[in-house]
């Protein structure tokens, strides 16, 4: 305790109430379920600890919460200690992790109550945080540890190997389609093909302004647009440019905002360096940091080959389409390529992680492999006569090239079934689809 001033306490003291409303055996208010809290609260009961990573804003504070309202209703509240480290006043701890005890002396002397379930959020912001968490785990100070951090690096630092063993680790993501039909009661079939008009318009909202919790509350365009440009700029800085200390910030940003601008095109760092005027190395160091900060993902290549892999030109997507609108140039946003990205994110939503691109002769938008089964998939928002040949022809072609298990072409509405082996269908449907596939 003696680390800290009186002043420095008080403000701790402010901090630890302000966060920690669920001492009063009130439970949160979140808006939206998660998909997410059922496999936290199946693991609730083991010692491991919770690890929660994914973009910033996309709901891992909210996860939390909704994880405390079910515990409440079966322990003393008080015993649980919620620290966010976002909040600046926790500022003594980011240098010294040994100084997360005097808040939890803190708490437990506010609470007169031991604490017992330890939550702690964005984590990443305190140095060898690592080293704490394990002193206490393996203390068995706490019945149950769970963190939340905004980088997918978060457990690849010096002090990493120290938790080996010790946690489950599982990865939030903006809303899903499923969960967001679910949020307005549309959670099967028949619900949605009876409310066609309002899931068209749902699917609308999120190829232009995204699925992140608190825009998808929200009705009016330009406090949207003003939400996703502070989550686009809070992002590339503090989860990028502060985190991966890059120096030259103007030129992170330019390269940002080119990518933006052309998500889903193909590309080399070098065809990026020509178009930037930046260099190959800063070029890949950039990539690689909005990488880790969840921000964009690349997909390469499909090759049996991994030379072929690695030579071939890849594509960049994001997981939210609001990040694409919040900075675009175009203010007639291509539907075609919103579209084909909100199928990108929706797939790796659902936990398909071996995601490829086909561009031979003929392109097909995903490859995409799960449970040893390749599936063809084309993002087209609509079909019609302009495009049906080449979508279909894609498909086609690949599956003479490549053992493809089911060919789909995912649109926004339609339904066809072309050949026993190639389907139209329309994105409700899509991972429906997928699980029914043997």
């Given at each position: 305790m003696h680390e800290f001033t009186n002043y420095n306490l008080n403000i701790m003291?402010?901090?630890?109430?302000?966060?920690?409303?669920?001492?009063?055996?009130?439970a949160y208010n979140v808006s939206i379920k998660r998909n997410l809290l059922q496999k936290l609260l199946k693991f609730h009961k083991t010692k491991e600890i919770q690890i929660i990573t994914g973009l910033r804003r996309s709901g891992k504070s909210s996860l939390l919460k909704l994880y405390i309202n079910e515990l409440i209703k079966?322990?003393?509240?008080?015993?649980?200690?919620?620290?966010?480290?976002?909040?600046?006043?926790?500022?003594?701890?980011?240098?010294?992790?040994?100084?997360?005890?005097?808040?939890?002396?803190?708490?437990?002397?506010?609470?007169?109550?031991?604490?017992?379930?330890?939550?702690?959020?964005?984590?990443?912001?305190?140095?060898?945080?690592?080293?704490?968490?394990?002193?206490v785990y393996d203390a068995e100070k706490f019945k149950k540890i769970c963190i939340t951090g905004s980088n997918s690096k978060l457990l690849l630092g010096n002090y990493s190997s120290l938790l080996s063993g010790r946690?489950?680790?599982?990865?939030?993501?903006?809303?899903?389609?499923?969960?967001?039909?679910?949020?307005?009661?549309?959670?099967?079939?028949?619900?949605?093909?009876?409310?066609?008009?309002?899931?068209?318009?749902?699917?609308?909202?999120?190829?232009?302004?995204?699925?992140?919790?608190?825009?998808?509350?929200?009705?009016?365009?330009?406090?949207?647009?003003?939400?996703?440009?502070?989550?686009?700029?809070?992002?590339?800085?503090?989860?990028?440019?502060?985190?991966?200390n890059i120096r030259d910030s103007k030129s992170f940003k330019e390269l940002s905002f080119f990518i933006f601008n052309n998500l889903s095109a193909l590309y080399s760092y070098n065809s990026?360096?020509?178009?930037?005027?930046?260099?190959?190395?800063?070029?890949?160091?950039?990539?690689?940091?909005?990488?880790?900060?969840?921000?964009?993902?690349?997909?390469?290549?499909?090759?049996?080959?991994?030379?072929?892999?690695?030579?071939?030109?890849?594509?960049?997507?994001t997981i939210d389409n609001g990040l694409i609108n919040a900075i675009s140039l175009n203010f007639s946003p291509n539907k075609g390529k919103l579209f084909e990205n909100f199928i990108f994110s929706e797939l790796t939503k659902y936990?398909?992680?071996?995601?490829?691109?086909?561009?031979?002769?003929?392109?097909?938008?995903?490859?995409?492999?799960?449970?040893?089964?390749?599936?063809?998939?084309?993002?087209c928002y609509e079909i019609n006569i302009s495009n049906?040949?080449?979508?279909?022809?894609?498909?086609?072609?690949?599956?003479?090239?490549?053992?493809?298990?089911?060919?789909?072409?995912?649109?926004?509405?339609?339904?066809e079934i072309i050949d026993k082996n190639i389907s139209i269908i329309p994105v409700y449907e899509l991972f429906q689809k997928l699980e029914q596939i043997k």
């Open positions: 003291q402010n901090a630890i109430l302000l966060h920690n409303k669920h001492w009063n055996n009130t079966t322990v003393n509240p008080k015993s649980i200690l919620f620290i966010n480290f976002d909040d600046p006043n926790y500022f003594e701890l980011y240098n010294k992790p040994q100084n997360i005890y005097t808040v939890i002396e803190t708490a437990e002397r506010l609470t007169q109550t031991k604490i017992e379930y330890l939550f702690l959020d964005e984590i990443q912001a305190v140095v060898a945080w690592e080293k704490y968490i394990k002193s946690y489950i680790i599982n990865q939030m993501f903006p809303l899903s389609l499923d969960e967001i039909l679910k949020h307005h009661n549309y959670s099967d079939t028949l619900s949605i093909l009876q409310n066609k008009a309002k899931v068209f318009n749902i699917i609308e909202n999120c190829l232009k302004s995204g699925s992140f919790p608190e825009i998808i509350l929200k009705t009016d365009e330009q406090i949207k647009h003003e939400i996703l440009s502070n989550y686009y700029d809070s992002i590339l800085i503090k989860d990028c440019i502060v985190n991966k990026l360096s020509k178009a930037t005027s930046i260099n190959d190395i800063s070029i890949k160091e950039y990539i690689n940091a909005m990488q880790e900060a969840f921000m964009i993902y690349e997909i390469p290549q499909f090759s049996y080959k991994i030379k072929t892999q690695i030579k071939s030109k890849r594509k960049l997507y936990g398909y992680n071996e995601i490829y691109l086909y561009n031979d002769k003929k392109e097909c938008d995903f490859i995409v492999i799960k449970d040893k089964k390749i599936f063809a998939i084309q993002a049906r040949e080449r979508e279909i022809g894609g498909l086609l072609y690949v599956r003479s090239k490549i053992k493809i298990h089911e060919s789909i072409i995912v649109t926004v509405s339609q339904s």
